[in-house]
């Protein structure tokens, strides 16, 4: 299962990378309104005539960075937080809890929204409002894991030497975290292609960049959509698309999750 | 009994706080955006139904408290909001707690529907493919499930209204009531809302299920391997039984302690699913508010979201020792 999903992730990847050259002499340019598919356009033309395949590669490369950068970036931010808090403990550490807890316990859409609304909504500002708002839960994960390396005797044993603390985290604590990282990061990066998609989808997206979401949200306010049939070639390859990335990454990340529950093993979600 | 009376206040202190944050947050973050309402009443805008001097715009923002300091405002918020007034959203010229009002019994309506009938099917399809782990049937089942969790909504929304809108002709493509509505009873009324429903809140209840259903089926799996259930099966007790008297009453738990979350995802379920309806609850209002820059309107719906995913975490504390009476004499010496 995660190998179907590592192959979907790959060929969006190679899409995404190679194809904007060849797409690019389109991008720009505007032909005749809603054409459907021929030769000239595979995909056809939206209701202002841009051609649908250049956008919908476009958007490949939009949704894959902010998937990339945002997961990454809330990961290790949270990561960073989970390990500090977790080995240090102390009271910045209830105090970084009851914070975790607070992010945890508000509706993330909703304050994306809001947050996109008063960032002014570019590409980048969406990663980081994402970031802002998804770095509680890796935090939460990573600082129960170091809770119980920390009571490894080998940690134990480097402490009592005098090793600093620096040396510790690097090498008796950290390591041991990968899987759990791994499998926090391709979720986080799920989240955050389908936070990107939602919130262009709502008309909340980078105005100026394509992205499988500000296809949707164009498709969905032409009137005629599903009456004329342009719903077929306009709105489906983006939806087909996001729909499949996220489906990728949702079957890598819950094979990795499925190798950390050793009492779900054999009997898992998938092979 | 002491240690439990410290341990609730402690409690309510976490749950307050919780609240004061999003409060200061809600109140901040509208604040911050480019802009301000009287752009959209004045001829920036081409949509802008009036043209305001330098003055009146002055003057306006005078009378909404606009002008006066930041904590000044956050004050005046909470003072405000505790005789439950929500100030006046200036772009529809209502109160906010009027629009509230109004649009929230539709997103009651469809997540409530959604949240009944997504917990009804997943804990049973969980609960049955646990049983089943491994098989193929299993197998399909989770791996259709995996595929609806990674579609969004709005995609399942689009399919729906193609197929049933569009294909077949059989249900309305939007709105909750039909245009201008003029109903010979309170049965006609009924019956319209409902196959309005039926669209939206079938999408929103399938985009829901993946999430009950995979928390069920793990928490069986991992609870298929005690020894209460070994015994229970090797008694030769019918599979129903245990099932329903020896599995559910423990798998359920991690479930219940989940609402919150699921509240929160259902929240944002709702926000896309009545967009692509047309459907005239929260979500619509925060999407129509949003457009507009309508301070007030947003803090209200974000608050109103925000404080149910709180009231449910609250409600699963309180009410867990009834669900799980193991949970509540371990926990309170600890």
């Known amino acids: ?271 | 009994m002491k240690l439990r009376v410290g341990k609730i206040v402690l409690k309510a202190g976490q749950y307050l706080a919780v609240i004061l944050i999003i409060l200061a947050f809600n109140f901040l973050l509208p604040r911050l955006m480019p802009g301000d309402p009287t752009d959209f009443l004045t001829g920036t805008d081409v949509d802008a139904p009036y043209v305001m001097d330098s003055q009146t715009r002055a003057r306006l923002l005078e009378y909404y408290g606009l002008d006066k300091p930041l904590p000044v405002q956050f004050l005046h918020y909470l003072g405000h909001l505790a005789r439950g007034d929500l100030s006046y959203s200036i772009y529809y010229k209502t109160p906010v707690s009027r629009l509230l009002a109004q649009r929230l019994p539709w997103t009651l309506l469809l997540a409530g529907t959604a949240f009944a009938l997504s917990t009804l099917l997943g804990v049973l399809l969980g609960a049955f493919s646990a049983f089943r782990a491994g098989s193929r049937l299993d197998r399909t089942l989770t791996g259709v499930l995996l595929g609806i969790r990674a579609t969004p909504e709005y995609l399942m929304g689009m399919l729906a209204i193609l197929a049933f809108g569009v294909a077949l002709r059989v249900l309305p493509l939007g709105g909750a009531t039909s245009p201008f509505p003029r109903y010979s009873s309170s049965f006609a009324a009924a019956a319209d809302i409902l196959r309005h429903l039926i669209l939206p809140a079938a999408v929103l209840t399938i985009a829901q299920v993946a999430d009950v259903f995979l928390t069920m089926r793990n928490t069986m799996v991992s609870i298929l391997g005690e020894p209460y259930l070994l015994l229970a099966e090797a008694k030769a007790l019918p599979l129903r039984r245990r099932i329903f008297s020896y599995g559910m009453r423990n798998a359920i738990l991690p479930l219940y302690s989940r609402m919150g979350i699921r509240v929160g995802l259902l929240a944002t379920g709702a926000i896309f699913v009545e967009n692509v309806f047309n459907y005239p609850g929260l979500g619509r209002l925060a999407y129509e508010a949003t457009m507009v820059h309508d301070y007030p309107t947003l803090q209200g719906m974000f608050l109103v979201t925000a404080l149910a995913i709180v009231g449910a975490n609250l409600l699963v504390d309180a009410t867990y020792r009834l669900i799980d009476p193991r949970a509540g004499a371990a926990g309170e010496e600890a």
């Open chain 1, 1 to 271: 299962m995660s190998k179907v999903g590592l192959a979907i992730l790959l060929v969006f990847c190679v899409a995404a990378v190679l194809a904007p050259p060849a797409a690019r002499h389109q991008l720009g340019r505007t032909f005749a309104p809603l054409q459907p598919p021929s030769v000239v356009h595979p995909l056809g033309t939206d209701d202002i005539g841009r051609d649908l395949l250049a956008q919908v590669l476009a958007g490949a490369r939009v949704s894959l960075l902010v998937g990339l950068s945002a997961g990454l970036a809330a990961t290790l931010l949270g990561g960073l937080v989970g390990l500090a808090a977790g080995y240090f403990g102390g009271s910045a550490d209830r105090l970084l809890m009851r914070l975790v807890d607070f992010f945890l316990a508000i509706p993330r859409l909703p304050l994306l929204i809001v947050l996109a609304a008063y960032l002014g909504s570019g590409i980048w500002v969406i990663v980081i409002a994402f970031v802002f708002i998804s770095w509680a839960y890796p935090a939460r994960m990573v600082r129960a894991q170091v809770l119980l390396e920390k009571r490894r005797a080998y940690v134990t044993a480097a402490q009592l030497s005098g090793l600093p603390w620096h040396y510790i985290l690097r090498r008796h604590i950290a390591p041991p975290l990968l899987p759990l990282l791994a499998a926090v990061v391709i979720m986080e990066m799920g989240h955050a292609v389908a936070a990107e998609a939602g919130l262009s989808f709502l008309g909340l997206g980078d105005p100026t960049a394509v992205s499988w979401g500000t296809i949707l949200y164009h498709a969905f306010a032409y009137p005629a959509l599903f009456l004329d049939g342009s719903w077929l070639w306009w709105a489906l390859p983006a939806g087909l698309c996001l729909s499949l990335v996220l489906l990728g990454l949702a079957l890598v990340s819950v094979s990795l999750e499925g190798n950390l529950d050793p009492r779900l093993k054999g009997r898992r979600l998938g092979p």
